[in-house]
T-cell receptor, first 115, second 111 residues
Framework: DAGITQSPRHKVTETGTPVTLRCHQTENHRYMYWYRQDPGHGLRLIHYSYGVKDTDKGEVSDGYSVSRSKTEDFLLTLESATSSQTSVYFC??????????????FGPGTRLLVL | SQQGEEDPQALSIQEGENATMNCSYKTSINNLQWYRQNSGRGLVHLILIRSNEREKHSGRLRVTLDTSKKSSSLLITASRAADTASYFCATAHSGNTPLVFGKGTRLSVIA
């Protein structure tokens, strides 16, 4: 699992509330990613980070923000949760050096239900 | 939008048979990767094939890549019930761009 943990693992929240999901890694990888997985859509990239304080948007970034103040932590915030953000959220890290892909390791996922 | 598209969406076979899944993509790639996901779990990396490679093997897995057709196939030989999972292809346009995943193929191996 490449030392990736996600917290919380399950969360139920109400529409309009802010929610923060945390991804923590123990192996000092530069690249970190947040995906959401929904039936019929597969995995879609929300945001990613290529270093401390360096982040970029993915395919479905609207309504989400991220922060990375330390190498080991990558936070995903739903600024004002909506029912359409009910999903399973996966964090991932990438091994390999810059410019050379090796593999991607995924965390166990966070199941989020927005009522 | 998703780059890769797996075919078929679902596949059901008997234990011992071979399973073949296909992936088509739209733009040039640096590499293509296959991942497996067991129900309720995160994705697990299976194999990576670079754009200058045509075939790779890993145990019972064989992956081919045809860049002229923008397609790849994953073959699982002598399948087992434990191979039941969803399988995803993912592509990277360059060495620094994120992976883009397809929607996956659900494989059921019946004992």
């Amino acid at each position: 699992d490449a030392g990736i943990t996600q917290s919380p693992r399950h969360k139920v929240t109400e529409t309009g509330t802010p929610v923060t999901l945390r991804c923590h890694q123990t192996e000092n990888h530069r690249y970190m990613y947040w995906y959401r997985q929904d039936p019929g859509h597969g995995l879609r990239l929300i945001h990613y980070s290529y270093g401390v304080k360096d982040t970029d948007k993915g395919e479905v970034s609207d309504g989400y923000s991220v922060s990375r103040s330390k190498t080991e932590d990558f936070l995903l915030t739903l600024e004002s949760a909506t029912s359409s953000q009910t999903s399973v959220y996966f964090c991932a890290i990438r091994s390999g050096t810059s410019g050379s892909w090796e593999t991607q390791y995924f965390g166990p996922g966070t199941r989020l239900l927005v009522l | 939008s998703q780059q890769g598209e797996e075919d078929p969406q679902a596949l059901s076979i008997q234990e011992g048979e071979n399973a073949t899944m296909n992936c088509s993509y739209k733009t040039s790639i640096n590499n293509l990767q296959w991942y497996r996901q067991n129900s309720g779990r995160g994705l697990v990396h299976l194999i990576l094939i670079r754009s200058n490679e045509r075939e790779k093997h890993s145990g019972r897995l064989r992956v081919t890549l045809d860049t002229s057709k923008k397609s790849s196939s994953l073959l699982i030989t002598a399948s087992r019930a434990a191979d039941t999972a969803s399988y995803f292809c993912a592509t990277a346009h360059s060495g620094n761009t994120p992976l883009v995943f397809g929607k996956g193929t659900r494989l059921s191996v019946i004992a």
